[in-house]
């Protein structure tokens, strides 16, 4: 059925026509023009949606001001659901809206309209693509025609991890992120380690892991917004990287038995110690003085563990005790040990604070 639609404002011209007999008339000439032919559109649904029971939502404007041949209106409308047999949209009155002469919303260049809204369901769509058409006819019978479409997807996406794998071990801070969605994503994201979620791309890095286990779950939104998220992958990076041990003491003769040993660790060490001309090691807490050494050459090398196990050694220190040297000894090396403080200096001017567990001497073979 068709029915006309027609603004209060053109309502309440006729009365005052009816009362003041010419003022309706005097209004109308003052706009011999035709008003604009009111606009329609489609706002629901979108182009994507993730329901079969989808809300269908109809705007109308329509010019708040007449002309000579009265106010304009809607006489009818229609939509059609995949070209079926159309079915008519009631119309609901929502207000006079007046905006700026360059709002863009404005089909009207400036002038108020009255806003209309129609509204019914389109209820038990299957999956996949369908097509809408509105269709209707204006006071002034100007033809009203929007056509759209849209896709009804209720499937969840399938998410697979390449990367990283559960229980793999990887040997550094930087690990690759890849995975795969089987349809087209809107938006994708990860948390590492129960912190929260990051937007990433499908193939990224991980970067600057510390040592130890991680915890990863990855999230997808296709474009309809349907979610899938994988299960979460546990995997480890270990340090396979021995700390660098530095010599800090010069390299040269020294007229005295007492020599010291100053050196700098790039890492938390574990363990400490030295080999001097090739003997058993000498456990250490951090810098060291020689004492007792014999005239003539010496050759020395620090070792470190760090907390991963991994054992580092620093280039051999050579040096030499003069013949006449004060306190000279008749018996060689070993010598007593003084120990400094518990912290040593680290590479770059770096205080690194050393922790270290008694261990048994260990011999090194060079």
């Known amino acids: 059925m068709k029915r006309a639609l027609l603004a209060p404002t ?8 009816a009362v003041a007999g010419v003022q309706f008339v005097s209004l109308a000439r003052a706009n011999p023009h035709p008003p604009p032919t009111p606009v329609i559109a489609v706002q629901s649904p979108i182009a994507f949606v993730n329901v ?7 705007s109308a404007k329509v010019p708040s001001y007449g002309s000579s041949g009265g106010f304009e209106g809607i006489k009818w409308l229609n939509y059609s659901l995949d070209w079926q047999a159309a079915v008519p949209i009631t119309l609901e009155f ?8 360059n709002d863009t919303t404005n089909p009207f260049y400036g002038d108020p309209y009255m ?18 058409t509105v269709d209707g006819e204006s006071v002034f019978s100007k033809s009203l025609h929007v056509a759209t479409s849209f896709v009804v997807d209720t499937v969840h996406p399938n998410l697979k991890v390449l990367s990283p794998l559960p229980t793999k071990t990887y040997f550094s801070t930087n690990v690759t992120l890849e995975y795969q969605v089987d349809e087209a994503i809107s938006w994708a994201g990860y948390t590492l380690d129960e912190k929260a979620i990051v937007t990433s791309r499908i193939n990224t890095t991980l970067t600057d892991l510390y040592y130890g286990l991680h915890v990863l779950r990855v ?38 038995t007492d ?31 020689l004492t007792g050494l014999s005239p003539g050459s010496h050759s020395l090398k620090v070792y470190a563990n760090d907390t991963a196990g991994n054992i580092g050694v620093s280039q051999s220190f050579e040096f030499s005790v003069a013949q006449n040297s004060e306190t000279e000894q008749s018996e060689p090396f070993p010598t007593t040990l003084v120990t400094t403080a518990w912290a040593f200096v680290a590479l770059v001017g770096v205080g690194v604070a050393v922790y270290v567990k008694k261990r048994k001497r260990r011999v090194v073979v060079s």
């Open 219 to 256: 999230y997808a939104n296709d474009s309809a917004g349907n979610t899938c998220s994988s299960q979460s992958i546990v995997f480890t990076v270990k340090d396979i990287v021995p700390p660098t041990i530095s010599i800090l003491s010069a390299g040269n003769e020294y007229n005295t």
């Open 52 to 58: 079969h029971d989808v809300q269908l939502v109809v």
């Open 115 to 132: 806003l209309y809204i129609g509204r019914d369901t389109l209820a038990g769509l299957s999956d996949g693509q369908h097509y809408l």
């Open 259 to 289: 020599v010291p040993l100053n050196f700098a660790i790039n890492e938390n060490a574990s363990w400490i110690g030295y080999s001097l001309d090739d003997q058993a090691n000498v456990t250490i807490t951090g810098n060291a003085t």
């Open 10 to 17: 053109f309502i309440l011209a006729l009365f005052f026509s």
């Open 94 to 101: 929502q207000g006079e809206v007046k905006t700026a002469i």
